[in-house]
């Protein structure tokens, strides 16, 4: 890069591009830090940075400097979907019809802004079209990589940039699972040596690849503004302090949009920080304890999951029996059924809490064998009940676990969901992340802390009649 490249495009940024509210479009520092490294050459460059910091307004501004300077240019701006595809879309247009200058060279026609002096075009695309596949791109932004729904998007993409040395930029705010393709791409980032990190800025550059993000620590004060000042740079202060106040601002929008921290699920239950207090790794459910069982039976592709719940005083241990279905088809129920006769053989069973829409047969044999079947069917008032009473269980610390890393991941990837009867947990709609251990955990959790009576009767039993 020559120093010259990047001053040339703060002029054309300042010079010929106007904001909406008629001001000139001016680069901030913490934005010349990002572009050092686009116009340094680097192919493949990822920024994190919370909400309202100026990425669409950036990506918009990048992407026609590209095309007004490349010849036969191929750029795209990929959204996560097309309702945000159409307001990158507008912001693009807006910076075209809002210059003389650029109404001039540039033509928009349909979803597209053409150069055609220079035989080259600009999309804005959503992730969920399929024509970016065997595409030769110059340059591709993609926007909010964490919404994605297709995991090898972005791999397709960026192996595209190489037969015309194209270069790709990935701007996002947090993401909410650790394993998605912008986690795990952000693990990689925090691990490669030479990794800078300067208050609630994270830089680092290694070979072809940048990294910036900026947000705070899981750990910081997310409640001192002056401090969530320092990951959003373009925000103003009494901005933040309105968002705060914000009676519709939840503490997981804040922590997220905000502040940069990431989250477990896209509007968590619980903070991941609780949940893994409550471990102990030493922990051992005895034999002959009595013990209550929670059971949710996957459908087609969803794991089964057994929790085992030992009341101890007024706390409860748990224990997690997560079972795979085969590569094709579904897990047998034998499987299920033999997994809770070995739990009658491990501790004093005092009842086995499941739904009756995919086990009745199952538990009504089980039940002819003597062990104690309690109906628990997952309506949305069942479930508000099991919800609310974990929640409060967690919230407490009344509830131990052994730190099994599967039992976290399917409590963490819980969501809430309002209903007439209250909120209930439920999988995340934007993930496929499992969350069954979760539900057979606020199922046992309640019978064994509040439903023991109905335990006690060798039948199936329904718990409304309890």
């Known amino acids: 890069m020559s120093q010259s490249e990047l001053d040339a495009f703060a002029r054309f940024c300042t010079g010929v591009l106007t904001t909406e509210d008629g001001r000139p479009f001016e680069l901030a ?17 990822v920024v994190l940075l919370p909400k309202k910091n100026g990425k669409s307004s950036l990506v918009a501004a990048l992407a026609l400097w590209h095309l007004l300077s490349t010849p036969f240019a191929e750029a795209m701006i990929v959204a996560a979907a097309r309702d945000q595809a159409g307001i990158l879309l507008r912001q693009v247009e807006g910076f075209v019809r809002r210059s ?30 399929d024509t970016v596949d065997g ?9 909010e990589l ?20 194209g270069q790709l930029i990935a701007i996002s705010t947090a993401g909410y699972a650790q394993d998605s393709p912008l986690g795990a791409l952000r693990q990689t980032a925090h691990g490669l040596p030479g990794l800078v990190r300067d208050g609630a800025y994270r830089h680092v550059r290694s070979g072809s690849f940048a990294f910036h993000e900026w947000s705070l620590s899981p750990e910081d004060d997310v409640d001192d503004l002056e401090l969530v000042k320092t990951a959003n740079p373009l925000v103003p202060m009494e901005e ?19 502040c940069g921290i990431w989250t ?21 459910l005895q034999p002959n304890e009595p013990a209550w069982v929670g059971v949710d039976i996957g459908v087609r592709k969803d794991t089964t999951a057994l929790v085992v719940c030992v009341r101890r005083a007024e706390k409860v241990a748990v224990q997690a029996r997560i079972l795979k279905p085969p590569a094709r088809g579904v897990l047998p129920l034998e499987r299920v059924e033999n997994e809770i006769r070995n739990l009658r053989g491990e501790f004093e069973l005092r009842g086995v809490a499941y739904d009756p829409w995919a086990f009745r047969r199952s538990a009504e044999m089980l039940a002819g064998e003597g062990i104690r079947m309690i109906e628990f069917p997952q309506s949305p008032e069942r479930m508000a009940t099991a919800s609310a009473h974990l929640y409060h269980v967690i ?64 039948r199936v039993i329904n718990l409304s009649e309890v």
Do not use: C
């Open 240 to 258: 933040l302090r309105e968002r705060y106040e914000s009676p519709s601002m939840t503490p997981w929008q804040w922590r997220r949009f905000a």
């Open 146 to 165: 964490h919404r994605h729904k297709r995991a090898e998007l972005y791999g397709i993409l960026r192996d595209g940039l190489g037969p015309r040395k």
């Open 395 to 458: 919230q407490a610390g009344h509830l131990i676990h052994d730190g099994d890393p599967r039992l976290r991941a399917h409590v963490l990837a819980g969501v809430t969901k309002e209903t007439e009867r209250g909120w209930r947990l439920q999988k995340d709609p934007h993930s496929a992340r499992p969350i069954d251990a979760l539900i057979a955990l606020a199922m046992g959790t309640l019978v064994a802390m509040g439903r023991e009576e109905v335990a006690l009767v060798p």
């Open 264 to 284: 477990e699920g896209e509007e968590p239950w619980i903070e991941p920080s609780v949940w893994d207090s409550l471990a102990d790794p030493t922990l051992e």
């Open 29 to 45: 520092e913490f934005q010349r830090a990002i572009l050092h490294d686009y116009f340094d050459g680097r192919r493949e460059i």
């Open 135 to 143: 595409q030769l791109p110059t340059f591709v932004a993609v926007d």
């Open 100 to 129: 003389e200058e650029l109404g001039k060279r540039l033509k928009i026609v349909l979803r597209e802004v053409r150069n055609e002096a220079l035989h080259g075009r600009l999309r804005v695309l959503a992730s969920e079209v």
